[in-house]
């Protein structure tokens, strides 16, 4: 059941975020964004395969797996709690937060 919604969870994510850099970012610089797009995701498979083996060795299965699912649940948090989920159109700007706001 876990693999079903991370799976759905993932096609939509995918398709948002592809559509979204499609939109945004001019023509000529599509193939170059998508290239480091994938360098960064997909680099970044390794490290946390790497950083999971190392965890299994030292916690153990059990304790690494429940880490696992609850830093993905975080990760989740920033995105969920943003201003960016009220966006409708490109040209929508979030509200600024107080911290983000320029100083003068």
């Known amino acids: 059941m876990a693999f079903l919604v991370s799976g759905l969870g993932i096609g939509v994510a995918n398709s948002q975020a ?28 390794s490290v946390g395969a790497l950083v999971a083996g190392v965890l299994v060795t030292v916690w153990g299965a059990w304790p690494t797996a429940l880490a696992g699912t609850v830093l993905m649940a975080v990760a989740t948090l920033p995105v969920a709690l943003s201003p960016v989920r009220g966006m409708r159109d490109l040209d929508d700007e979030p509200e600024p937060t107080p911290a983000a706001t320029p100083q003068e």
């Open 18 to 45: 592809v559509t979204v850099r499609q939109l945004a970012v001019p023509a000529r610089l599509r193939g170059r964004v998508n290239s480091a797009y994938r360098l960064l995701s997909w680099g970044a498979l």
